[in-house]
Nanobody, 118 residues
Framework: QIHLVESGGGSVQPGGSLRLLCTAP???????????MAWYRQAPGKQRELVAA???????NYADSAKGRFTISRNNSRKTVTLQMNSLQSEDTATYYC?????????WGQGTQVTVSS
């Protein structure tokens, strides 16, 4: 498993935006680029669900709820993955987790809270 650190969560009004950042500070570049990365979220009383994913080659995949509003990207030189979230809604309120996967081994960050409320 690898060490992942999330940041960028917070409180925002409906319609607002947030940018989440995930870093892998203990990895070197040549290792980071081998990982598929993703963002998941978990709301109280619900199962953890995939929000967006990006493979080591840059292919992206989004949950239907995220399509058109969220954008996942990665900067391999900085060993970071970003989730840009626009047009946030109350249903987006959750703890967001960064995930990495390589050779069927998953790693998770500690999570960052996103609250959308008026």
């Amino acid at each position: 498993q690898i060490h992942l650190v999330e940041s960028g969560g917070g409180s925002v009004q409906p319609g607002g935006s947030l940018r989440l950042l995930c870093t892998a500070p203990r990895l070197i570049f040549s290792t980071f680029i081998q990982y598929d990365m993703a963002w998941y979220r978990q709301a109280p009383g619900k199962q953890r669900e995939l929000v967006a994913a990006i493979t080591n080659s840059g292919t992206t995949n989004y949950a239907d709820s995220a399509k058109g509003r969220f954008t996942i990207s990665r900067n391999n030189s900085r060993k970071t993955v970003t989730l840009q979230m626009n047009s946030l809604q109350s249903e987006d309120t959750a703890t967001y987790y960064c995930n990495s996967q390589r050779e069927s081994v998953d790693s998770w960050g500690q999570g960052t809270q996103v609250t959308v409320s008026s």
